[in-house]
């Protein structure tokens, strides 16, 4: 007798982000083209506004993260 697995409980999850993700996908699109162009370069292929959705979903301390993202970072050596 072949049995087969049983689906993964996390696809429904799973669906419901690639929903998301196409939802995003236009304004994701405009967020990017407003970056400078170094990090235009660095985020081409990065879902930023998907990626802060889950970080709020799951109720992450600190969601805000991705607004640093985008924004950037400047990284002094001397602070190191």
């Known amino acids: 007798m072949v049995t087969t697995p049983a689906p993964c409980a996390q696809s429904g999850s799973v669906q419901r982000l690639a929903e998301k ?3 995003l996908k236009s304004e994701g699109s405009t967020l990017h ?3 400078p162009q170094h990090l235009q370069k ?3 292929r990065q879902k ?3 990626w802060k959705h889950i970080l ?3 109720g ?3 969601a805000k993260i991705e607004d ?6 400047f990284f002094d050596r001397m602070g190191a």
């Open 42 to 44: 660095i985020l081409c």
């Open 21 to 23: 993700a196409a939802e």
């Open 33 to 35: 083209e407003k970056l």
């Open 60 to 62: 992450y301390g600190d």
């Open 68 to 73: 640093d993202i985008v924004a950037g970072f």
């Open 48 to 50: 930023l506004l998907l």
């Open 56 to 58: 709020v979903s799951f």
